[in-house]
């Protein structure tokens, strides 16, 4: 059974940092793409940070420079670690993992940026 667990989410004030987890089972993340995802009350669900197979990076425009994706292969978990945070980045964050057809998701956990 494969499994995305995030964790790390919070309340923080305007400014602060939080780092985001997401621990993979029954699945080796290091052979998936990964990726952050995020959805606010009344928004679209988008896509924050990915990770690919090759190794490179790609964000969304408004987080370039303050959040960065990494990952353990070792602890089969992938990190998203925001700074600056605004009140405008408070949504629910996911993880998502692709390999060819195979898509799975976290359930997410909530980030609340207060001003």
């Known amino acids: 059974q494969v499994q995305l667990v995030e964790s790390g989410g919070g309340l923080v004030q305007a400014g602060g940092s939080l780092r985001l987890s997401c621990a993979a089972s029954g699945i080796n993340s290091r052979f998936y793409a990964m990726g952050w995802y995020r959805q606010a009350p009344g928004k679209q669900r988008e896509l924050v940070a990915k990770?690919?197979?090759?190794?490179?990076?790609d964000y969304l425009d408004s987080v370039k420079g303050r959040f960065t994706i990494s990952r353990d292969n070792a602890k089969n978990t992938v990190y998203l670690k925001m700074n600056n945070l605004k009140p405008e980045d408070t949504a629910v964050y996911s993880c998502?993992?692709?390999?060819?057809?195979?898509?799975?998701w976290g359930q997410g956990t909530q980030v609340t940026v207060s001003s």
């Open positions: 998502n993992a692709v390999w060819g057809y195979y898509d799975y």
């Open positions: 990770s690919t197979l090759s190794g490179t990076t």
